[in-house]
């Protein structure tokens, strides 16, 4: 029988915090012991810093006894499933209601976000984790990625409700920090973009205040309150003549590309572009960017050339895909 403690605890932490790093360590060992491997090529803590992912930590009387972590489900659309991770108790905790509490703020976290349902994996030795997972409604289901090759996975999941809808909505001055943190991941690590120094908060402000203070639009894409990704565009350049031509980008989070956040939130740009009138849209591609490329083609674009090594970044040469699509016939005189 299991009794819930009366000064038990469970907050969201940091996954880097020592309390969350010292449980993984324990449940690593306890891991490697069962079962000969002890699990840290599934999960990273950096794996709980993306959006809509959290790891939580639960105390007795103050003191770190159990953890656990939801972070999007990799092998499946991330936008409806998340994935419950290193869901552990320390052996002298055990039975005293804590895997009950942690797996239960998971759940609160998944649903605050938007999950429509959460999958989880453990081994056919954890018998009092499989009964855990059935109590709460978890029902067996086909090992899925990795897991698939494990004869000793068992792998669950359970149905939340209705997920929250993709929304893509105007940007407001609240979402700054968010459109700051996916832009700068994109200059750290990708040739999306070819700036090679991450901007400061004041400077992106500066930056959507001049985009909006023009009339240009920046969109955001949203799933349950969080921001995963944003679009814009602005004048292609700023003689008069180009006044119907304007050059867009759009930016998803690490996490959340290739989920079909890129395409809503180009197709949107379209829309605006149409509403204001626009005659073309231009997108200056880097040509490595194979799936910006083919995002581009299948919204309408066609490639109007190249440039070859007019970039310069991480120590090599890069060449630049030009994209159009014509929206209207010439407007003429307005």
């Avoid at 930056?207 to 920046?218: A, D, H, L, S």
């Avoid at 949107?268 to 960017?289: C, F, K, P, Q, T």
Wanted: aromatic residues 8%; contains cysteine; proline residues 5%.
């Amino acid at each position: 029988m299991h009794v819930q403690a009366t000064n038990l605890t469970v907050t969201c932490v940091d996954p880097q915090h020592p309390d969350a790093l010292a449980l993984i360590r324990q449940l690593s060992a306890e891991l490697a012991q069962v079962y000969g491997d002890d699990g840290s090529g599934a999960f990273v803590p950096a794996d709980a810093q993306v959006p809509r992912a959290a790891f939580v930590v639960a105390r007795l009387a103050g003191r770190p006894v159990g953890c656990g972590a939801i972070r999007p489900m990799a092998d499946t659309n991330p936008l409806d499933t998340a994935e419950v991770k290193r869901m552990f108790v320390a052996p002298e905790a055990r039975g005293q209601g804590v895997a009950q509490a942690v797996l239960a703020e998971l759940e609160a976290q998944a649903r605050g976000f938007g999950y429509a349902r959460l999958m989880l994996e453990t081994g056919d030795r954890q018998h009092a984790a499989i009964r855990l997972y059935q109590r709460a409604g978890y029902a067996r289901v086909p090992c899925y990625g990795k897991y698939a090759e494990r004869e000793w996975s068992r792998c669950f999941g359970k149905e939340l409700g209705p997920a929250a809808p993709l929304a893509i909505r105007p940007a407001a001055a609240a979402d700054v920090p968010a459109i700051l943190a996916i832009y700068n991941d994109a200059v750290l690590n990708t040739t999306a973009s070819y700036d090679e120094a991450p901007s400061t908060l004041a400077q992106r402000t500066a930056w959507f205040e001049e985009r909006t203070g023009q009339g240009f639009p920046v969109l955001v894409a949203e799933v349950g309150g969080t921001v995963l990704g944003f679009g814009t565009f602005a004048q292609f350049r700023p003689r008069a003549g180009y006044r119907y031509t304007v050059e867009h980008s759009v930016y998803v989070d690490a996490a959340y590309r290739g989920r079909g956040l890129g395409r809503a939130l180009m197709l949107a740009l379209i829309d605006e572009a149409r509403a204001r009138g626009m005659h073309s849209m231009l997108a200056v591609i880097d040509a490595e960017s194979a799936a910006s490329v083919q995002l581009h083609a299948g919204c309408g674009f066609a490639e109007a050339g190249r440039l070859h090594q007019v970039g310069f970044k991480f120590g090599r040469w890069l060449d630049v895909v030009l994209m159009e699509l014509l929206l209207e016939q010439a407007p003429g005189e307005r």
